[in-house]
């Protein structure tokens, strides 16, 4: 039998002594935080959506991301630096390149 998010975060808030309206504010309290991602993962775990899951704690999709899957923003910020690094090295290739035969 699937849990509504509703159910799910009572029982959270209910095991972890938190008023459900605390969730859903901009605490980033450890304990706030915490409890998000418990519910976040009891959701994933019944197959709602991350745009349920952020809707439901009053979240962006991404901040999801990151209770779902604690390398989220580590992955994204080593693909960041490199597509920047591969620019560098391409403007670099172009100058050296350039540099080589002045026209």
Request: aromatic fraction near 6%; glycine fraction near 2%; proline fraction near 4%.
């Amino acid at each position: 039998m699937r849990l509504t998010g509703h159910q799910i975060m009572m029982a959270v808030c209910h095991h972890m002594k938190i008023h459900p309206a605390e969730l859903q504010g901009k605490s980033r309290d450890p304990k706030m935080v915490r409890a998000r991602r418990i519910i976040a993962q009891r959701m994933k775990a019944q197959d709602y959506k991350i745009s349920i899951i952020a809707k439901r704690l009053n979240r962006d999709h991404t901040t999801i991301y990151s209770y779902l899957f604690p390398n989220f923003r580590a992955d994204k910020q080593r693909r960041y630096l490199e597509k920047k690094r591969e620019k560098l090295e391409a403007r670099a290739l172009q100058e050296q390149q350039h540099s080589a035969h002045p026209g």
